[in-house]
């Protein structure tokens, strides 16, 4: 997969301020603020950067945090995780593999089959529905 490279910019020209403060500056929305957590239409979660395709909403669920939540992305190859140690806290912080956006943490607290929580921002998802 190739990687897409943008000048800041750029990221800020296609950006609304919030993407880019949450995309490019790892930011993180209020709880309970997104467009996207009480959404429950099928279709596709695709990044709001790049357009990579990142959950489907298969996967997605009411965990009641406050940010829309997964139980795995879309395929193996569609994030990267990385160790997040800010705020006195180390979490694992969930990035867009295909432009390095910031798209949330992930947390071992999720239903099964796999255990996993991808509580991810609105900001940095666009959905296309089925």
């Given at each position: 997969m190739s990687k897409v490279e943008k000048s800041e910019q750029e990221w800020r020209q296609?950006?609304?301020?919030?993407?880019?403060?949450?995309?490019?500056e790892k930011g993180t929305e209020a709880p309970f603020s997104g467009e996207l957590d009480h959404t429950f239409e099928p279709g596709t979660y695709r990044c709001a950067g790049c357009g990579a395709e990142l959950f489907d909403s298969d996967a997605k669920y009411d965990s009641g945090c406050g940010w829309p939540a997964f139980s795995a992305p879309?395929?193996?190859?569609?994030?990267?995780?990385?160790?997040d140690a800010a705020y006195g806290m180390v979490r694992t912080e969930v990035l867009c593999s295909s432009c390095g956006g910031?798209?949330?943490?992930v947390f071992p607290d999720g239903p099964h089959p796999t255990g996993l929580r991808y509580c991810?921002?609105?900001?940095?998802l666009k959905l296309d529905e089925k």
């Open positions: 296609e950006l609304t301020p919030e993407q880019y403060r949450v995309l490019r879309a395929g193996e190859d569609a994030i990267e995780e990385e160790t910031h798209l949330g943490h991810i921002n609105s900001a940095a």
